[in-house]
């Protein structure tokens, strides 16, 4: 069960994040294929995630031919379960991209029957939406943090 190095939507490409880029990322070294604002540091600290080889680690959301953030798994399923992560650079936000992104990776964990989790602060309105519009509608006990944790069922009700 792994997920494919690359996944395409109508407008978006996500790719794996290299043990490279991680370097850089980590680094603060610039490559000529991110946007100015990439990367945040949310996805320095998703860079920590990297393994060489590791279908389940963030990837670059490259919109155009640019790395505009990242979306990626915390670490391989457990028990027919993921994590997801995801975060943009604030001039690409409110345009559909978000949402893109989060469709396209969970059609590939749906097709390998994984089930997509995410974690979110209940006031991050922006969030709860974007998770809402893209099918998250489990709602299950939060965290000790106080944070919410939201479940997408699996098409076939799994």
Partial sequence: MTLPERIATA??????????????MRA????????????RTDDVDAATLVRADDPWGPRHVVLGHEAVGTIGCFGPPEDGEVEVGLGLVEPVRRQGVASEALRGLAAATDALGVRLRATVAPTN???????????FTQL???????????????????
Avoid: F, I, S
């Fill in 11 to 24: 407008r978006l490409r996500l790719v794996l994040v290299t043990p490279q880029d991680a370097a850089d």
């Fill in 28 to 39: 603060g070294r610039r490559q000529d294929r991110w946007h100015p604002a990439y990367p």
């Fill in 140 to 158: 299950r006990p939060g965290t000790p943090e106080g944070e919410l944790v939201m479940a997408r069922p699996l098409p076939d009700g799994g």
């Fill in 125 to 135: 309105t922006a969030a709860l939406r974007l998770l809402a519009g893209c099918g």
